[in-house]
């Protein structure tokens, strides 16, 4: 196989240039699966080896069993220069070349004769000698090319090889040819196809494809419909059988003997991932226990894949077990074989199933050997699937249980369970090919038209597939609630993978029609539409989802049912500016939510109750309760729920002042998000990111996180207001008050309903920080005003200490008034939390103080400020303060190089803590170390500075 393009090879185009060019010889074994671009590196080779003469031929399958027939070929150009050889290698020479074989006692004379007429031919000019697809033909022929190659560093001759594996020419030196990396795949495929290149997601699903395989790529490529490519309309599961890959993988297939033929195919099916049959970069490794069970009643054993290892295509491990080490091969074993095949393999597999509890895995086989509707098994998959942990599992378990339906109505609606099934496992692109066969029916609601089949960051690949048996492929009878439900499923991937704008008219199309039909999906469907308007920023909007879900609130409402409908009138209520009524419902939601139990206990109601302990500042309780969200939607697998449950985690985390588990938090959900296909929330993480970096003053992560959000965030979004909060406080950190003013202003338009105004809320102390030294104070005040009346609803000694910190700073400089505002602060701060806004207020103080002349109160404020900022690692706040502390009189000075050099990393951070005046146990509670393991550290520290106090270790630290 010739690929035209080298695209991943520049290595191996290096090494194979470097052999050319130096004058002595040298040989080199490129070996890997097929389509890898073995023939393409021979061929770049040809036409690189500048003035070499080239003798070449390919192993054939149809000439194996023939001796030397592979090496006969390879030689017939220079056999006129056999006459210079010594008569003996002649004579065993022409005798095996002409079929008279050569026998084991001249091997070596063989072998020798072999160099020998090559450094003949050499001495009309260097020779470059290729042979490709060595172990596919003749055995002595690879033998004597191996002899040769390990001889060459004294002949100008060149000897490149090609195999699949690196068994074919053992002790030469050898190259594997890796996959290639996505941003190679990529420009392999839209160089392969000229025209308007396909849209990013299916750019990527189609690398995942390939996994890597260059002439995957290609087949794929020149294969593919214009609906497939422009991403209308589902991709394939497997390279094209009929491609050049497809027929390389039947030409190897078929050397193998039938009954290794048939226990591959066997181990291959049985190592497919059910919930996800597409190449993943991981090996696939076989349930021993099955596939033993299996090659029994097949008549065979685990010894007829032996062939098959030889060739590279599966790898035994334990006893009875294997893996195939090459995803992909696996993939073209299964969708190389003819259907029959595939019938009886599925049919052994689910015979060997029988009795040992793997249900669902036992039916899916049953399912793949039927043709046509088996409503009993349709309805055993649906059971299973019911119980299983896996929603991917389940995914496929459903949808194919609608296949199987002879119930229009019941295909449908387990058509679009499985969907929703998929979507919770994270995949949203497999979600909507599924319903994709629905779309049509529900069209006739009134909702945004569906992004394309194929979405960008998912895992499972949309399956094309041909619509049920006995039903339209235009879409079989729908009742209200199936047509409401995969509404509402449309919704929730609008609101996650999209723009929240698009996600609220289809939410609100989805409540309409489940109404009536399915109440409690109804009520979801209301809550994620709320979750859409405070996404986008459309508070006034917020007002018609709390009215529709007043209208479907009912006496005797089972408990998560009443924590939303309290959670939604609480919310609303708060946008409105009605503290004193919405804190109540919130709270109430709140208990709601730790009163869970059984089946009541969802990711979504937990999720809701921590949104409303945010809310209303009950930072411990949301925290708890969105880690318990956390780790119910892990342990149950519904991973499209998890990335907003780690974001109100990390809003917890941030409100409690463990800033550093909060960045961990937005990592992990930044992480799921991205896997998920969730780029919305994924930019919520990474505008908290920003917003978490800029806090700590570090310039460059959060420049790198708003880089990262790039324009993908409108205007309006909560990603777009988180990016420009932290644009702001990096701008107040560098003394650009005036634009972080500016900036933080206009986070939210206070009366019009429109604007993050809850994210605005949360900026308002820096807002109120940057305006007191800009000197506009309106805007600031009218946004402590909200403030004031939010915190003063709540319970918070936080978010009180801050209001009175804000009125301190707006208070006149140097009055009294400020005074009691900052001492009241620091009465109300946490004396074990938030830590870090208490060192901000009391450097905020100090520098008060140190302004109106009074540095000796100034520097008691700024010392506790500087040993909190060193204790968290807050290094640019702990100079700021650090200057504040000279500029008060205070003899603070630069480290001591020297003494910075004599210790160790972990020593230095000990000697700066203690040098900030924190004590032997605060230091090992910070740094996770017993206090005996820090005294012992301070007594080395000591010695290697020869000093003797902690008042002469903060002198040489400065």
Not at 470 to 497: F, K, N, Q, W
Not at 905 to 921: P, W
Request: net charge neutral; aromatic share 2%; with cysteine.
């Amino acid at each position: 196989m010739q690929i035209e393009v080298l695209r991943g090879r520049q290595g191996e185009c290096r090494e194979i240039r470097s052999l050319l060019a130096a004058p002595a010889g040298g040989a080199l074994l490129l070996h890997g699966e097929p389509g890898a671009g073995r023939t393409a590196l021979l061929a770049y080779a040809h036409r690189h080896r500048a003035g070499r003469r080239l003798l070449a031929a390919a192993g054939l399958a149809d000439e194996a069993m023939l001796p030397y027939a592979g090496l006969q070929r390879l030689l017939d150009p220079v056999l006129d220069r056999a006459h210079a050889l010594p008569e003996r290698q002649r004579q065993v020479l022409r005798d095996a070349l002409t079929g008279e074989g050569c026998p084991d006692r001249d091997q070596l004379i063989l072998s020798h004769a072999v160099l020998g007429l090559l450094a003949e031919a050499a001495h009309d000019g260097p020779l470059l000698c290729t042979m490709d697809d060595l172990d596919a033909g003749d055995t002595p022929t690879a033998r004597v090319l191996t002899f040769v190659a390990r001889r060459l560093p004294q002949l100008p001759v060149v000897l490149l090889l090609t195999a699949g594996n690196d068994t074919a020419a053992q002790a030469i030196p050898g190259r594997r040819l890796l996959p290639l990396d996505p941003s190679d795949s990529l420009a392999l495929l839209t160089a392969r196809r000229p025209g308007p290149p396909p849209p990013e997601p299916v750019l990527a699903a189609l690398t995942t494809l390939a996994a890597g395989n260059p002439q995957a790529l290609v087949d794929l490529a020149d294969t593919l419909t214009p609906g497939q490519w422009s991403g209308t309309e589902p991709l394939p599961a497997a390279p094209p059988t009929d491609g050049t890959l497809g027929r390389t993988y039947r030409a190897l297939l078929a050397r193998l003997p039938r009954d290794t033929q048939g226990a591959l195919l066997l181990a291959a099916i049985a190592a497919a991932d059910l919930a996800n049959p597409t190449p993943t970069g991981r090996a696939a490794a076989v349930d021993p226990l099955t596939l033993g069970r299996a090659l029994r009643a097949a008549g065979s054993g685990v010894e007829a894949l032996v062939p098959a290892e030889a060739a590279g295509l599966i790898r035994i491990t334990t006893p009875g077990g294997a893996e195939f080490p090459r995803p992909l091969a696996r993939s073209m074993i299964e969708a190389t074989a003819s259907v029959a095949a595939r019938r009886d393999a599925h049919l052994l597999l689910a015979a060997a199933l029988d009795g040992t509890g793997s249900r669902l895995r036992r039916a899916l086989h049953q399912a793949a050997a039927t043709d046509g509707d088996d409503p009993a098994l349709a309805a055993e998959l649906e059971d299973a699937a019911q119980v299983h942990q896996d929603r991917s599992v389940a995914a496929t378990a459903l949808a194919r249980a609608a296949e199987l339906s002879d119930d229009a109505a019941l295909a449908t609606a387990r058509q679009v369970t499985a969907a929703r099934y998929a979507w919770q496992a994270g995949q949203p692109e497999r979600a909507q090919a599924l319903l994709h066969r629905v779309a049509d029916v529900t069209g006739a609601l009134p909702h945004q038209a569906l992004p394309s089949p194929t979405s960008r960051g998912a895992t499972g690949l949309p399956m094309a597939s041909p619509a049920p048996a006995g039903h339209s492929a235009a879409g079989p009878p729908v009742t209200a609630a199936t047509a409401g439900l995969a509404e509402l499923l449309r919704g929730e991937m609008h609101l996650r993978c999209g723009r929240a704008s698009t996600a609220l008219p289809t939410l609100l199309a989805a409540a309409t029609t489940l109404a009536d039909v399915d109440r409690e999906s109804a009520l979801v469907a209301l809550v994620r539409a709320g979750e859409a308007v405070c996404f986008s920023g459309d508070h006034y909007r917020y007002a018609e989802v709390a009215r529709r879900v007043q209208a479907l609130r009912r006496d005797g409402d089972p408990p998560w049912a009443d924590l939303l409908t309290t959670l939604v009138a609480g919310v609303a209520a708060t946008l409105r500016g009605e503290h004193a009524h919405g804190g109540p419902l919130l709270r109430r939601a709140v208990a709601l939510g730790g009163r869970l139990r059984g089946a009541a206990v969802t990711p979504t109601a937990l999720t809701g109750a921590a949104a409303a302990g945010l809310l209303v500042a009950v930072d411990a309780a949301a925290y708890r309760l969105a880690e318990d969200a956390v780790d119910l939607a892990a342990d149950r697998g519904e991973v499209s729920l998890l990335p907003r449950a780690l974001e109100l985690r990390a809003m917890s985390e941030y409100w409690l002042g463990r800033h550093d588990a909060a960045a961990k938090s937005c990592q992990e959900g930044l992480r799921v998000a991205r896997a998920a296909g969730q780029h919305a929330t994924a930019g919520v993480h990474l505008g908290l990111l920003a917003v978490l970096s800029a806090v700590r003053a570090d310039h460059d992560a959060c420049l790198g996180h708003v880089a990262e959000l790039g324009d993908t965030a409108a205007p309006g979004s909560r990603p777009y207001a988180l990016a420009q909060w932290a644009l702001g406080v990096l701008d107040l950190v560098d003394g650009r008050y005036a634009d972080a003013a500016d900036r933080l202003a206009t986070l939210a338009r206070p009366g019009t309903g429109r604007g993050q105004v809850l994210v605005q809320v949360m900026a308002t102390p820096h807002l109120v920080e940057a305006a007191a030294h800009d000197g506009r104070t309106a805007r600031a005040r009218a946004a402590l005003a909200v403030f004031d009346r939010w915190a003063g609803s709540t319970a918070s000694p936080l978010r009180r200490a801050l209001s009175a910190r804000c009125h301190a700073l707006l208070a006149p400089r140097g009055s009294a008034e400020a005074e009691e505002h900052f001492d009241r602060a620091l009465c109300l701060h946490p004396a074990d939390a938030a830590t870090f806004e208490r060192a901000r207020t009391e450097l905020l103080y100090g520098r008060e103080l140190r302004r109106n002349r009074r540095p000796r109160d100034a520097r008691d404020h700024l010392h506790r400020a500087r040993q909190t900022f060193v204790l968290l690692g807050a290094d640019v706040w702990a100079r700021q303060t650090t200057v504040e502390l000279r500029a008060a009189g205070e003899s603070v000075g630069t480290p001591d190089r020297q003494a910075v050099r004599l210790l160790t990393g972990q020593q230095l951070r000990i000697a700066q803590l203690v040098a900030a005046g924190a004590t032997n146990r605060e230091v090992a509670t910070q740094m996770f170390l017993s206090t005996r393991t820090i005294d012992h550290h301070l007594r080395n520290i000591y010695h290697r500075l020869g000093i003797r106090s902690r008042t002469e270790l903060a002198r040489a630290l400065g």
